[in-house]
């Protein structure tokens, strides 16, 4: 079993940033991949990143890339989502995931372990 913890969402204005962190306990954090997916109201889940195990390897979704950075810190058991330059569009509920693949995945269905989630609004 691995828990997982999200923090760091907020309000903020258009162009702003967050950090958000995902705080991992029980097994091993670096045994699995780590992803980040939001969920906006009347929405489905939706991908945003991921990263694999050691963190020599990301991946973005089209709509975040360039302005999200996906990291962790397995010796902090701890996984981050930077977000800079915000848009009302990226206002969801942001959740992290753990996976056992190597590089990590962009399937929800993948994901073995998830957070409660942290709000995230953007106003314009």
């Known amino acids: 079993q691995v828990q997982l913890v999200e923090s760091g969402g907020g309000l903020v204005q258009a162009g702003g940033s967050l950090r958000l962190s995902c705080a991992a306990s029980g097994r091993t954090f670096s045994r699995y991949a780590m992803g980040w997916f939001r969920q906006a109201p009347g929405k489905e889940r939706e991908f945003v990143a991921t990263?694999?195990?050691?963190?020599?390897?990301?991946y973005y979704a089209d709509s975040v890339k360039g302005r999200f950075t996906i990291s962790r810190d397995n010796a902090k058991n701890t996984g981050y989502l930077q977000m800079n330059s915000l848009k009302p569009e990226d206002t969801a509920i942001y959740y992290c995931?753990?996976?056992?693949?190597?590089?990590?995945?962009?399937?929800?269905?993948?994901?073995?372990?998830w957070g409660q989630g942290t709000q995230v609004t953007v106003s314009s």
């Open positions: 990263i694999s195990r050691s963190g020599d390897s990301t």
């Open positions: 995931g753990a996976n056992p693949y190597y590089s990590g995945s962009t399937n929800v269905r993948d994901y073995n372990y």
